[in-house]
């Protein structure tokens, strides 16, 4: 499966964004997703998990009550509506692809090429 991000730009703090992810190659639907961000000097961690159908989502706590997972598996297409922004969340956001739902980087085996998210004070 191949994997575009797209969405990110340059906002203010307390401001939103959504971020998709369209995935390409095969369902959809064979995946749990998730997206994972890195900022500049630092490793990459994990944002949020969404399972194959949508029944089951985690959130790293840092996001919690402000970012939301989505996807529309008919649209082959994976969102992440990032609400309250503030300037600890600029990185470079990926969207990866698994048949297991997970939280760990390493476990996913297909990813996209990023988009950057930066979020001005």
């Known amino acids: 499966v191949q994997l575009q991000a797209s969405g990110g730009g340059l906002v203010q703090a307390g401001g939103s964004l959504r971020l998709s992810c369209a995935a390409s190659?095969?369902?959809?639907?064979?995946?749990?997703m998730g997206w994972f961000r890195q900022a500049p000097g630092k490793e990459r961690e994990f944002v949020a998990a969404?399972?194959?159908?949508?029944?089951?989502?985690d959130y790293t706590d840092s996001v919690k009550g402000r970012f939301t997972i989505s996807r529309v598996n008919a649209k082959n297409t994976v969102y992440l509506q990032m609400n309250n922004l503030n300037p600890e969340d600029t990185a470079v956001y990926y969207c990866?692809?698994?048949?297991?739902?997970?939280?760990?980087?390493?476990?996913?085996?297909?990813w996209g090429q990023g988009t950057q998210v930066t979020v001005s004070s």
């Open positions: 990866a692809a698994d048949t297991a739902f997970g939280t760990v980087a390493k476990m996913y085996d297909y």
């Open positions: 190659g095969r369902t959809l639907s064979t995946y749990a």
């Open positions: 969404i399972s194959r159908y949508g029944a089951t989502t």
